[in-house]
């Protein structure tokens, strides 16, 4: 049956329905853990440094994220993203167990983080390349718009109930419930269909495989600037919304971990509404236009927030970011699912998770920045660079991304 809605046709597919359920479940515990494992850090070592080290390691995995699509296109992407999602789960067990033995310390934290964060950022990729293997391309922009949901109900669910549960039960009880939902996601992975032109090739030299996929977004123009576009969004702008956060609700808000899952979760709410929006025009959406214009406008809310100084400030402006975050980076990931080939999408998406190494420079840059010049001066700089970027990109590859009929708009 048909849903009545357009926006929500990608849940007519059986396949669909396992994976969006998969992802929220995993989704939520990626979102209780970094909330409650960043607040331990802040707390125990009253570190901005710490803090900024903490978010990046967990994007350490973004290096070797074309290896994971590579694995993918060779063994089928439901196969890897299952292996993931079990050692999301033992991981979390060892830390739950530590936690609750009063065993934990913020070097073990650091351990586990640097562990998880080897694999984690390869998770959205193989997300979208499930999607885009299993969903028609006239619902793509709907399908990857709803999938995103299952992350931004995540940072208002998942935040709020993970600063809960740990003022309610403590730490390691609040870990078991990480735990569960680990689990809960590995077990509906399983029910996502393996379609039949995903089935395993010969194998062949990893080297030459990546460097296929390297000229192929290299020959295309719309598909190199959303790459480039892609770092330089998670150089410029996410530091803010992710990693800084804990940093945000302590020292500049003088808040507690209850401001902080509010802060996490305006964020989410922003997000939601936006692939909420983006599911209901579906391939009437200008990919290329809509992420540049996007770009622009996220990072002149990053300027913004850098200069308010209260928490209700800042629940006013962080939805706002999270808004202009997804129409930035949904129509960015869509244009690159249309433009890969098939037999090669894997490697290509995995391509775009190292671009999200622009995260962990862009955070380990922050901590010396703000230590040095403030927290308003740093955003203002990372907004001011990130416009100057975006305006450079437009001018390089007008005709590719901004004409109504350029390739980079294809509905």
Same mark, same amino acid.
């Given at each position: 049956?048909?849903?009545?809605?357009?926006?929500?046709?990608?849940?007519?597919?059986?396949?669909?329905?396992?994976?969006?359920?998969?992802?929220?479940?995993?989704?939520?515990?990626?979102?209780?853990?970094?909330?409650?494992?960043?607040?331990?850090?802040?707390?125990?070592?009253?570190?901005?440094?710490?803090?900024?080290?903490?978010? *990046?390691?967990?994007?350490?995995?973004?290096?070797?994220?074309?290896?994971?699509?590579?694995?993918?296109?060779? !063994?089928?992407?439901?196969?890897?993203? @299952?292996?993931?999602?079990?050692?999301?789960?033992? !991981? @979390?067990?060892?830390?739950?167990?530590?936690?609750?033995?009063?065993?934990?310390?913020?070097?073990?934290?650091?351990?586990?983080?640097?562990?998880?964060?080897?694999?984690?950022?390869?998770?959205?990729?193989?997300?979208?390349?499930? !999607?885009?293997?299993?969903?028609?391309?006239?619902?793509?922009?709907?399908?990857? *718009?709803?999938?995103?949901?299952?992350?931004? *109900? @995540?940072?208002?669910?998942?935040?709020?109930?993970?600063?809960?549960?740990?003022?309610?039960?403590?730490?390691?009880?609040?870990?078991?419930?990480?735990?569960?939902?680990?689990?809960?996601?590995?077990?509906?992975?399983?029910?996502?269909?393996?379609?039949?032109?995903?089935?395993?090739?010969?194998?062949?030299?990893?080297?030459?495989?990546?460097?296929?996929?390297?000229?192929?977004?290299?020959?295309?123009?719309?598909?190199?600037?959303?790459?480039?576009?892609?770092?330089?969004?998670?150089?410029?702008?996410?530091?803010?919304?992710?990693?800084?956060?804990?940093?945000?609700?302590?020292? !500049?808000?003088?808040?507690?971990?209850?401001?902080?899952?509010?802060?996490?979760? @305006?964020?989410?709410?922003?997000?939601?509404?936006?692939?909420?929006?983006?599911? *209901?025009?579906?391939?009437?959406?200008?990919?290329?236009?809509?992420?540049?214009?996007?770009?622009?406008?996220?990072?002149?809310?990053?300027?913004?927030?850098?200069?308010?100084?209260?928490?209700?400030?800042?629940?006013?402006?962080?939805?706002?970011?999270?808004?202009?975050?997804?129409?930035?980076?949904?129509?960015?990931?869509?244009?690159?699912?249309?433009?890969?080939?098939?037999?090669?999408?894997?490697?290509?998406?995995?391509?775009?998770?190292?671009?999200?190494?622009?995260?962990?420079?862009?955070?380990?840059?922050?901590?010396?920045?703000?230590?040095?010049?403030?927290?308003?001066?740093?955003?203002?700089?990372?907004?001011?660079?990130?416009?100057?970027?975006?305006?450079?990109?437009?001018?390089?590859?007008?005709?590719?991304?901004?004409?109504?009929?350029?390739?980079?708009?294809?509905?």
């Amino acid at each position: 049956m048909t849903p009545r809605s357009p926006a929500f046709a990608p849940f007519a597919i059986r396949s669909y329905r396992f994976q969006w359920s998969a992802d929220l479940m995993t989704s939520w515990a990626f979102e209780m853990e970094t909330l409650i494992l960043g607040w331990y850090i802040i707390v125990q070592t009253e570190s901005v440094l710490l803090v900024t080290l903490f978010g *990046s390691l967990q994007f350490l995995g973004t290096l070797v994220a074309p290896l994971f699509g590579l694995l993918g296109d060779a !063994i089928g992407h439901r196969r890897v993203l @299952a292996a993931m999602r079990l050692s999301y789960a033992a !991981i @979390a067990v060892v830390l739950a167990v530590l936690a609750l033995t009063d065993s934990l310390t913020p070097l073990l934290v650091l351990v586990g983080a640097g562990i998880a964060g080897m694999i984690r950022p390869s998770d959205m990729g193989i997300r979208n390349v499930l !999607i885009g293997e299993t969903m028609p391309d006239d619902r793509l922009m709907s399908a990857v *718009s709803l999938s995103r949901i299952t992350t931004d *109900s @995540a940072r208002v669910v998942g935040a709020l109930a993970g600063a809960g549960t740990v003022l309610a039960l403590g730490m390691g009880e609040a870990y078991l419930a990480v735990v569960a939902c680990y689990l809960a996601g590995l077990a509906l992975t399983f029910g996502i269909a393996v379609p039949a032109r995903a089935a395993v090739r010969a194998a062949s030299n990893p080297l030459r495989d990546l460097a296929e996929a390297a000229r192929a977004v290299w020959q295309a123009p719309p598909q190199l600037a959303a790459m480039l576009m892609a770092f330089l969004v998670n150089l410029t702008c996410y530091p803010f919304s992710l990693g800084l956060l804990p940093y945000v609700a302590r020292d !500049i808000y003088g808040g507690s971990q209850a401001s902080l899952g509010y802060l996490v979760a @305006a964020v989410g709410a922003g997000s939601i509404l936006a692939s909420l929006l983006l599911s *209901s025009l579906g391939s009437r959406v200008k990919s290329g236009r809509m992420m540049l214009v996007f770009s622009l406008v996220w990072h002149g809310l990053v300027m913004l927030f850098g200069q308010v100084t209260t928490l209700s400030g800042g629940l006013v402006i962080l939805p706002l970011i999270g808004v202009a975050q997804m129409l930035c980076t949904l129509p960015m990931s869509v244009l690159l699912l249309r433009g890969a080939p098939p037999g090669l999408r894997g490697r290509i998406m995995g391509m775009r998770t190292l671009a999200i190494y622009g995260l962990p420079v862009g955070l380990l840059a922050s901590g010396p920045l703000i230590g040095g010049i403030g927290f308003p001066a740093t955003t203002a700089l990372y907004g001011g660079v990130g416009m100057l970027a975006t305006l450079a990109v437009l001018v390089f590859w007008r005709r590719h991304l901004w004409p109504e009929a350029a390739p980079g708009n294809h509905g």
